[in-house]
């Protein structure tokens, strides 16, 4: 039986998370950012139980837009480096804990200045998207 989670299965998720060994953190399961949580739930030994799992979890992706012929490089990156913590502190007053970039693979340098400038780390998960489909 597919249904929502509730408080009362929370240590169920944190066991079912710690049973796969995963190495991230596990959100609130119960936080404001979860937009949907549910569970698929069996009876193991005559007791209803929480064999899978989703949460969604709102993450914010980011998108930079620049005119790559105003004034110098150096004068884009001080004005990025405003808009940067600008942003950060935006995002930070509404509790937002992450945030994603995709960088395309033809500006690899740009990946690289994100690193040492802004102190982005590359994710080494294996990154994949779907479109929600809606229903009707």
Partial sequence: MIRDLGIFDVTRL????GLGKWQYELPNPMGSE???RRGYETDINGKPTIVQAILARRT???YMLSDPIWETPKWRLEVLKKLHSDVEQQLAAQGVEDVFVWVPPQVDNFRKRLERTFGWAPVPWFC????VKKAG
């Fill in 60 to 62: 914010v992706e980011l």
């Fill in 34 to 36: 979860i937009l949907a």
């Fill in 14 to 17: 944190k066991e079912l998370h």
């Fill in 128 to 131: 994949m998207t779907t479109f």
